[in-house]
């Protein structure tokens, strides 16, 4: 059972609940969850809460943002039940992966940045289609490579109907040209495979680069946000001290 703060200060589930836009279920199911302290109970069986547990609210809340709601719940799980350390690995496994989704963008962004601009404009060297022996010598690679990459999904080369040759338009060039890049920087196929739709869902380079804004704004937001859980979970611990 969590001591009483000396203050005394007692919180109905609806004083939880106002103070964070939520319901009173909710806050119930958040104890019932192991978010929130075990609460005690009047003679009549209400729950009683304290200032620790709107502190712990509050962390959770913080946390979601930055960890996501399962992150966040565990995280508090393992305070609560006095694992301390257990929750800080789980801190740290997020930030790991925040670092890694950077690196990732990183890539992207270097990979846009490696291609011909002319690329863009006429991938398939002016002749708007070629085939898998010229585009392997263009990229420095075999022609293996590419028929690897297209049962990966990467390139999707259409079959010519009267010799059933393999011939790669614009777009296949430019996906090619992107997973060449992307291979050079370490990435496996299965990774550089959704970054290929990517590409293609957003009708090429061009509007991927608003996209990679995008995607470089909600990261940095994230990391702020890790930051406030940081600072909320950090006050909660204190007052478990």
């Known amino acids: 059972m969590v001591k009483k703060l000396q203050s005394g200060v ?7 609940a106002r103070g964070h836009g939520l319901s009173t279920q909710a806050v119930r199911n958040y ?4 978010i929130l ?10 729950r ?16 979601v943002p930055g960890h996501g709601h399962a992150t966040a719940a565990s995280i508090l799980r393992s305070v609560n039940r006095g ?3 257990a929750s800080f690995r789980l801190i740290d496994e997020s930030h790991a992966q925040l670092l890694e989704d950077r690196r990732t963008l ?6 846009l940045h490696d291609l011909d601009p002319a690329v863009e404009a006429d991938p398939g060297g002016g ?8 585009l392997a010598h263009q990229l420095g690679i075999r022609p293996a490579t590419l028929r690897k990459w297209e049962r990966a999904g990467l390139v999707s080369p259409r079959r010519d109907p009267q010799t059933g040759y393999r011939v790669y338009d614009e777009a296949d060039v430019r996906d090619a040209r992107l997973a060449h890049q992307l291979r050079r920087g370490g990435y496996l196929l299965d990774q550089i495979a959704p970054l290929i739709t990517q590409v293609r869902s957003a009708g090429g380079l061009q509007p991927l680069e608003t996209a990679l804004a995008d995607w470089r704004s909600r990261l940095s937001a994230r990391g702020r946000a890790m930051l406030t859980g940081a600072a909320e979970l950090d006050s909660y611990l204190r007052r478990r001290e």
């Open 10 to 16: 007692r919180l109905r589930p609806i004083d939880l």
């Open 31 to 34: 104890e019932e969850d192991g």
């Open 37 to 46: 302290p075990e609460a005690e109970r009047t003679p009549h069986g209400y």
């Open 48 to 63: 009683v809460y304290t200032p620790l547990h709107a502190a712990a609210l509050g962390a959770f809340l913080a946390l």
């Open 83 to 85: 694992a301390v350390d």
């Open 106 to 111: 990183q890539s992207v962004e270097s990979a």
């Open 127 to 134: 002749s708007g289609h070629t085939f898998i022996g010229p």
